[in-house]
């Protein structure tokens, strides 16, 4: 079992920044990535980013490339999500997941709240 918690998440106005972090623990040497998704009102729970652990591959979804960088400190097992020039349609629960080597991200932490005014 993967324990994931999230914070960083809070109301920033159109334009600015801000920085998610993601903590995992229990079983993370089993880790094959840890990514971001997000959950805006009304609508289905959709990938952001994805960054796998050996290696460093990142992945992330149309909208926020050039925006958003998901990088990772595999020695303290986080990863982070640095959000710039945000937008009020990425206003959202933010959750954070650990896929093992099974690929599928099956531990999800409570998500952080995350709302952009315009």
């Known amino acids: 079992q993967v324990r994931v918690v999230e914070s960083g998440g809070g109301l920033v106005q159109a334009g600015g920044s801000l920085r998610l972090s993601c903590a995992a623990s229990g079983r993370t040497e089993t880790t094959y990535a840890m990514g971001w998704y997000r959950r805006a009102p009304g609508k289905d729970r959709e990938f952001v980013a994805q960054?796998?652990?050996?290696?460093?591959?990142?992945f992330y979804r149309d909208s926020v490339k050039g925006r958003f960088t998901i990088s990772s400190d595999n020695a303290k097992n986080m990863v982070y999500l640095q959000m710039t020039n945000l937008k009020p349609e990425d206003t959202a629960v933010y959750y954070c997941?650990?896929?093992?080597?099974?690929?599928?991200?099956?531990?999800w932490g409570q998500g952080t709240q995350v709302t952009v005014s315009s």
């Open positions: 997941a650990s896929a093992p080597q099974s690929r599928t991200f099956d531990y």
């Open positions: 960054i796998n652990w050996s290696g460093g591959a990142t």
